[in-house]
């Protein structure tokens, strides 16, 4: 199962919120939502996670995104067939009040950002770009880590992460190469931005 290509951006929230039921969404009901092997729309939704206010702004929520995102883009380096991710990652959830909430603060950004998207250099999205991709996005859950320490500065490498989702929804190459330039400024903020003395063991 997997998001629509028409308006994949908010496809990606509005199915979250209108599909799984309750009052909470659990990591796992995501997981089960898209398909454990639908790279772009789970990755989309993590990243639009970090990136969304106040959601980026949960303490502890992008070092935990950063890891759920870590453990599933290396599973697909590896070439898992099912998506394996421990049941205490899985319960943890986000109520769906503060899901909605963003979602409508963001709705008409969203809309603009997905009327921007089509199928364009899509050679740039086969199989060999998924696992190049899935060791970047990996590369920039990472960089979510020391990023925590900067007020907002997680939304850098979440919307990098985003872009690369939405790029295998839609099929968008264009968006890849967005992708990879954003990966790298978020690298570059977490040099420059990052009181790397603080950090533990530093």
């Not at 990136?51 to 870590?70: E, F, H, K, M, Q």
Request: no cysteine.
């Amino acid at each position: 199962m997997t998001a629509s290509r028409d308006d994949p951006l908010e496809n990606v929230l509005d199915r979250a919120i209108n599909d799984i039921d309750g009052e909470k969404i659990t990591f796992g009901d995501v997981l089960d939502l898209f398909g454990d092997r639908s790279f772009g729309p789970v990755i989309a939704f993590l990243g639009l996670l970090v990136v969304l206010p106040p959601l980026g702004a949960v303490p502890g929520l992008p070092a935990l995104i950063g890891l759920i995102i870590i453990m599933f883009s290396l599973q697909i380096l590896f070439g898992a067939r099912h998506i394996w991710v421990p049941k205490f990652v899985q319960k943890r959830s986000i109520g769906k009040d503060k899901l909605k909430a963003a979602n409508r603060r963001a709705k008409p950004w969203l809309k603009r950002i997905d009327k921007m998207i089509s199928e364009r250099l899509e050679f740039l999205t086969g199989r060999i770009a998924v696992v190049v991709a899935a060791l970047m996005v990996t590369l920039l859950a990472l960089l979510m880590i020391p990023l925590e320490l900067v007020p907002f500065a997680v939304a850098a490498p979440g919307a990098a992460i985003v872009l690369f989702g939405l790029a295998f929804v839609a099929r968008d190459g264009v968006l890849m190469l967005l992708g990879y330039v954003a990966s790298i400024a978020a690298t570059v903020l977490t040099i420059i931005t990052v009181p790397w003395g603080s950090l533990p063991g530093l």
